[in-house]
């Protein structure tokens, strides 16, 4: 037997490449109506929200490297990237 669904309620349209409402919404995401945007959860407390993206952007930008068997990880405490070497595959 199968269920209904009731899918009553208001709903925001959302697209994967960003050009209705900003960012595609997730779990977790907040619909805010003044920017008619959605937004990801601030992933740190110095993180700002962009207000033409509505992105969170980090206080230091992403170090922009060439090696991509590097990669920095956040680090709220020091307010800075840090970099992280990323392990060797085997083969």
């Known amino acids: 037997m199968a269920r209904r ?3 009553r309620g208001r709903w ?3 697209s994967y490449n960003d050009r209705i409402r900003k ?3 997730g779990i ?3 619909w805010d109506v003044e920017r008619d945007a959605f937004y990801a959860p601030q992933p740190y ?3 700002s929200l962009d207000e ?3 992105r969170w952007e980090a206080p230091v930008p992403y170090p922009e490297d060439a ?3 590097i990669c ?3 680090d709220e405490d020091n307010i800075q990237w840090i970099l992280e070497e990323m392990p060797e595959l085997e083969t």
């Open 72 to 74: 920095y990880m956040w």
């Open 23 to 25: 960012n595609f919404a």
């Open 67 to 69: 090696d991509p068997t």
């Open 52 to 54: 033409g993206t509505c």
């Open 5 to 7: 669904i009731d899918l």
């Open 12 to 14: 925001k349209q959302t």
């Open 45 to 47: 407390p110095s993180w």
């Open 28 to 30: 977790g995401y907040t």
